[in-house]
């Protein structure tokens, strides 16, 4: 079994900066693509940005130029770097990943991180 856990979630002011975390934790396994969603109250899940196993990279029009997504493949780890935050990027964060293990690809959840935008 692979777990999912993020960190660096919190409250921060309008044009703040934070940066998430998403650690992948078991054995025997590897990771292909890995992203980040966001879910705020009332709203649909959306796609924050992905990035593949070779590091190509993908934002959402709302985040480019602001958010950067980046992985270290030894720690099996995914971040992401969010600057000039606003308060509309308020919500919980959610880290995906796509995980290789004895032979089948499958989808995991971590358990999200709150981000709170707010002065």
């Known amino acids: 079994q692979v777990q999912l856990v993020e960190s660096g979630g919190g409250l921060v002011q309008p044009g703040g900066s934070l940066r998430l975390s998403c650690a992948a934790s078991?054995?025997?396994?590897?990771?292909?693509?890995m992203a980040w969603y966001r879910q705020a109250p009332g709203k649909q899940r959306e796609l924050v940005a992905k990035?593949?196993?070779?590091?190509?990279?993908n934002y959402a029009d709302s985040v480019k130029g602001r958010f950067t997504i980046s992985r270290d493949n030894a720690k099996n780890t995914a971040y992401l770097q969010m600057n000039s935050l606003k308060p509309e990027d308020t919500a919980v964060y959610l880290c995906?990943?796509?995980?290789?293990?004895?032979?089948?690809?499958?989808?995991?959840w971590g358990q999200g991180t709150q981000v709170t935008v707010s002065s």
């Open positions: 990035i593949s196993v070779s590091e190509n990279t």
């Open positions: 078991g054995s025997g396994f590897s990771i292909n693509s």
């Open positions: 995906n990943a796509l995980v290789s293990m004895g032979g089948r690809a499958s989808w995991y």
